[in-house]
């Protein structure tokens, strides 16, 4: 029996080979973009899970009791100490990632140099490949262990060990004594070369060098055990007051941490969450198009159901005759998914700007998932169709009698209204998402963006006088800046405090920069002057630096400091007007002038009270280039030539302050591609399936449009009635997801502090686009048919 339904069943395709290729190709096309966003879910949810001990693993965060806020930055001896008093902690260690450009034997590479202790190895699983031994690795503090790819691109052919580098941290080079297995892409953080870091292992609050910081607990450990016993210890170490210690689980940084001076970007929960329901939505189009086809291709098969009946075929026989032809289609579909996803994942990587591969998703896992959506999703499309022809009176269908079949009335009516509804949502969401992201492009932050070069230094010397006076010659470069502002991530300095009496916690970012910052990057003075335009008295007592000063007489040179504050940090602090004395928590000096409020961070969160100091020798920052030239590559080349020159053992790299700002965004620009490439698969299976349904319906209507030929029906008629009914299920379909559209990226822009206007352009344009396609696809089929002469059709009549 299973053989004879098989052969009806293939050549029943082949009879139907339109009608079998789109359903065929609607199936490869919607299966294969379910399996990629599963690949892409299932690689976003296994981060940092190849730690063998990931389950115990913590990291560090400390939050305010009051507030939201949350942070990373602690003093680094915290693990330290909790090895000492709490005896459920294990081990501990700490990270640091220093990303900079070294050159090895004339050819420069761009690194990561992590920074960490030898109990790293105790808490993440890096295998030890070749050299250091695991009791002795990071004992010596010019010692350095090397990834292996890296050591295959610095040392081709040759052996990395015993070899030496020069990683900028300072003159001396450092031994390369072992080589280490590549992280994988699913980690949290990565590093090239892994060198030994002497932070001060001591808990002081006041003034402390930071680094994020990870435990392991012994195992049967609760996280909640730890944290009351750490409770318990907050006046013993001088905690300050309204804060609080928070374990965060090494599994789910990834996707729900986001606090300032993350070690690499950050995903999101949410779009796992808005990726898996876009996946959902395409597998239930692909499904609706399945049913929809199969229901309106019954129509040519009734009487061979009613002649089956007649001759003895049970109910159950049929069901399984079209379940076995729907599976014959979802085998061939899955065979053909798992053919060209290996050449898809790699295209969605790109596209989504994740350098990942087939074998690195590829696993059990993703295999079993993907099958058993394929697999169910199949009995769904296969049982309806199956339940539906099965059912069909033999006295009817032997008639040519099939108004009863649900195909025809208003089952199919709302399988095509819920296909436009999902692709008119998918196609206002990626508007709006693009619109913001264009939003954020063009916001005026503040400053000047544009045509400014940013490079991180380290320990500069004298040589930059030479260097900065050698730059301002070369024609295209207008001026140049140092600053501890680190665009997305740091202001470069916190100062908080409480006023006596007063519970309220102020906090203010701290800029150190030189003079010519403001004019680097345009900052717009309101108020005041700016730092070029201070007086002798204040820069004076910028360029003291103390020496042989009484306290008192220090005091007072201090209370000189020039200070600008931004419009939110003079809100703050109530101050009207300028040459003011400040002495507030860090902040002490002179305010001589309020500039606008410059947005260097996420435009997801205020702007914050920010205070400019000016301090032109700062240990480390970043150098700001700003141009003015038609020729943008050639003027870098200039000014990465005379760094060269003037710092030949300080290699850095140079990037365009824009680009910089971009890599706050990631997230969301990840979830705009993902939207406009599946909003354009929604829309075109519905166009496909809807292709199917026209076929079938203008074959019932074939005499019909012969016979209102006869009696006068121009074209314009006859297209006008084959897209009427079309036309209507579409704007229904828009106006029933436009509440529901709303909502849903209203709730997404409301993640923005600064965000646009929803308007109803976005939801107007994917009416539209869902009314033109429709159109055009009814009537491109739909012309074939009325162009038939009256004499063919009706020449039997």
């Not at 730092?531 to 820069?539: D, G, I, K, M, N």
């Not at 939110?568 to 400040?582: C, E, G, R, Y």
């Amino acid at each position: 029996m299973f053989r004879i339904n098989l052969k009806i069943a293939f050549r029943n395709i082949w009879k139907n080979r339109l009608t079998a290729s789109i359903k065929l190709f609607g199936l490869i096309a919607g299966l294969a973009s379910v399996v990629l966003l599963v690949a892409y879910v299932l690689f976003e949810l296994s981060y940092d899970r190849h730690n063998l001990n990931a389950d115990r693993i913590y990291r560090l965060h400390v939050v305010q009791t009051d507030g939201e806020n949350e942070s990373i930055h602690m003093p680094s001896g915290m693990v330290e100490m909790m090895k000492q008093e709490i005896p459920e902690v294990e081990e501990g260690t700490y990270l640091s990632i220093y990303e900079t450009p070294i050159q090895v034997d004339r050819n420069m590479f761009k690194v990561k140099i992590l920074r960490t202790t030898a109990s790293f190895f105790d808490l993440f699983t890096v295998p030890l490949k070749e050299g250091a031994d695991r009791n002795t690795v990071l004992k010596e503090p010019k010692e350095a262990l090397v990834s292996a790819a890296f050591a295959k691109q610095a040392f081709p052919g040759q052996s990395a060990i015993g070899k030496t580098i020069s990683l900028n941290l300072n003159s001396t080079p450092y031994l390369i004594s072992g080589i280490i297995g590549d992280i994988p892409k699913a980690s949290h953080f990565h590093g090239d070369i892994l060198v030994k870091s002497n932070l001060k292992q001591v808990v002081n609050w006041r003034g402390y060098t930071s680094a994020p910081q990870y435990i392991l607990l012994k195992k049967g450990t609760s996280p909640a055990t730890v944290l009351a016993k750490m409770k318990s210890l907050y006046k013993k170490y001088q905690f300050p007051e309204k804060i609080a210690l928070k374990l965060m689980p090494l599994t789910d940084i990834h996707l729900h941490s986001h606090t300032s001076g993350e070690l690499e970007p950050n995903s999101d929960i949410k779009y796992i969450y808005i990726f898996s329901i876009v996946a959902s939505l395409i597998l239930l189009i692909a499904v609706v198009n399945f049913i929809n086809l199969t229901v309106a291709a019954s129509l040519k098969r009734s009487k061979e159901i009613g002649v089956k009946k007649v001759l003895g075929a049970s109910m159950q026989q049929l069901k399984v005759q079209f379940l076995s032809e729907s599976y014959i289609y979802f085998i061939a579909a899955t065979f053909v998914v798992f053919l060209i996803i290996m050449d898809l994942i790699p295209l969605l990587g790109n596209r989504l700007g994740i350098n990942i591969t087939f074998s690195e998703v590829f696993n059990l896992k993703m295999i079993g998932i993907s099958l058993t959506i394929i697999v169910l999703s199949g009995f769904i499309a296969a049982f309806y169709p199956a339940m539906v022809l099965s059912r069909m009176m033999p006295a009817d269908t032997l008639k040519g009698y099939t108004g009863h079949i649900p195909g025809k009335g208003g089952f199919k009516k709302f399988l095509v209204v819920f296909q436009f509804a999902i692709s008119a949502l998918l196609m206002v969401c990626t508007m709006v998402i693009y619109s913001q992201l264009k939003y954020i492009s063009n916001k005026n932050l503040g400053f000047d963006k544009d045509q400014v070069l940013v490079t991180s230094y380290n320990m500069l010397d004298n040589r930059f006088t030479g260097f900065k006076e050698a730059l301002l010659k070369e024609k295209g470069v207008k001026s140049l800046s140092i600053s501890t502002f680190n665009p997305g991530v740091s202001y470069g300095g916190t100062s908080s405090w409480t006023n006596d009496g007063d519970t309220t916690k102020y906090e203010m970012e701290m800029v150190y920069c030189d003079l010519d910052f403001m004019k680097t990057l345009d900052i717009k003075v309101l108020k005041g002057r700016s730092f070029s335009e201070a007086t002798p008295a204040e820069l004076k007592a910028f360029n003291t630096e103390g020496q042989g000063l009484t306290e008192k007489q220090q005091r007072e040179l201090e209370m000189r400091n020039p200070i600008l504050l931004n419009e939110a940090a003079a809100k703050s602090l109530n101050i009207k007007n300028v040459d003011t004395l400040l002495l507030a928590g860090g902040l002490q000096g002179k305010v001589i002038g309020v500039v606008t409020d410059f947005n260097g961070m996420s435009l997801h969160n205020k702007v914050k009270p920010v205070a400019l100091y000016l301090q032109p020798k700062t240990t480390s920052g970043y150098t700001y280039v700003k141009m003015e030239t038609d020729d943008l590559p050639a003027t870098r080349k200039t000014i990465e030539a005379l760094w060269k020159k003037h710092f030949p053992d300080v290699v850095t790299e140079f990037q365009f302050l824009d680009q910089y700002l971009e890599k706050l965004y990631v997230s969301e620009m990840r979830l705009g591609s993902i939207f406009i490439v599946f909003a354009g698969m929604a829309i075109f299976l519905c166009c496909i399936g809807l292709f199917g349904i026209v076929y079938y319906e203008l074959e019932q209507k074939t005499k019909e449009i012969a016979i209102r030929k006869v009696l006068g029906a121009s074209l314009n008629d006859l297209l006008t009635l084959m897209n009427k009914n079309f036309v209507i299920m579409v704007l229904i379909a828009n106006v029933i997801i436009w509440p529901i559209a709303y909502l849903l990226i209203n709730k997404w822009l409301s993640t923005f502090y600064y965000r646009i206007s929803l308007s109803y352009w976005p939801f107007v344009w994917a009416m539209l686009i869902c009314l033109v396609l429709t159109i055009l696809t009814v009537s491109l089929k739909a012309l074939s048919t009325i162009k038939k002469s009256p004499v063919d059709t009706l020449k039997y009549e």
